[in-house]
């Protein structure tokens, strides 16, 4: 069963940290373009950083950019979104996806920003919220 598992969300405090972690079972993350999206209450899905499984480049949202980092571990079969100096305005629910496309970042980057295009295998969600 292709499944992806995300945790590490809580309850922060604004200029705080987190690291959200995504887990893949049922197939091998590293042969698909991974990313991650949040979306707050009222708001549409955002996609805030997405990474490229042919070139290894990452793509980040202006919003988050010098903050957050995506990275990825292929032997645990797992992605990583580290948080820091959050604000207020980042409280949402966060989750991870992946694209069966092999493809450098200018793509990824494209399917990021029209909100997880072709990403066709979702997490639940984490919820983060920071407090002011």
């Known amino acids: 069963q292709v499944q992806l598992v995300e945790s590490g969300g809580g309850l922060v405090q604004a200029g705080g940290s987190l690291r959200l972690s995504c887990t893949a079972s049922?197939?091998?993350?590293?042969?698909?373009?991974v990313g991650w999206f949040r979306q707050a209450p009222g708001k549409e899905r955002e996609g805030i950083s997405c990474?490229?499984?042919?070139?290894?480049?990452?793509y980040y949202a202006g919003s988050v950019k010098g903050r957050f980092t995506i990275s990825r571990d292929n032997a645990k079969n797992t992605v990583y979104l580290q948080m820091n100096s959050l604000k207020p305005e980042d409280t949402a629910l966060y989750y991870c996806?992946?694209?069966?496309?092999?493809?450098?970042?200018?793509?990824?980057?494209?399917?990021?920003?029209?909100?997880?295009?072709?990403?066709?295998?979702w997490g639940q969600g984490t919820q983060v919220t920071v407090s002011a």
């Open positions: 996806a992946a694209a069966p496309v092999f493809a450098g970042i200018g793509t990824v980057q494209a399917m990021c920003v029209m909100r997880g295009s072709n990403f066709n295998s």
């Open positions: 049922g197939f091998t993350l590293e042969d698909y373009a």
């Open positions: 990474l490229s499984n042919k070139d290894g480049h990452t």
